[in-house]
């Protein structure tokens, strides 16, 4: 599906629908590579929100762990203003901003750390 800054994304199907599995880049040593994607699935994990994508697990892939997510047929909210561009652009970043807000008010709170168009 594509490429960011740590990791590669891929398509699959997982019990039948269709999910987005990410794996991080091994351009570290793999104690480090793994301490970042536990670190990054205890955050996911911590997080319910209709406004955020929610976390499926974080299956072994070819031996690799991946982080598991549903596939969001609109992908981003970039992709989703080029599909749609009548869209309440207002009512969409209310919405971006609650599911930011969410993460905010966790406790400890979460910052996203990549907050762009293409990442949300």
């Not at 994990?45 to 549903?70: E, T």
């Amino acid at each position: 599906l594509g490429q960011g800054g740590f990791g590669d994304c891929y398509l699959g199907e997982f019990l039948g629908r269709s999910v987005v599995s990410k794996r991080l880049r091994f351009h570290y040593e793999r104690e480090r590579y793994m301490k970042h994607l536990l670190y990054e699935a205890s955050i996911w994990r911590r997080l319910n929100h209709p406004n955020i994508v929610p976390f499926l697990g974080l299956p072994s892939i070819d031996g690799l762990p991946h982080l598991m997510s549903p596939f969001m047929k609109n992908s981003t909210a970039d992709d989703f203003v080029k599909k749609n561009p009548d869209v309440n652009r207002v009512q969409l970043l209310v919405q971006i901003t609650q599911g930011l807000e969410h993460m905010h008010m966790q406790d400890p709170p979460i910052i996203h750390g990549d907050l762009k168009a293409v990442s949300v």
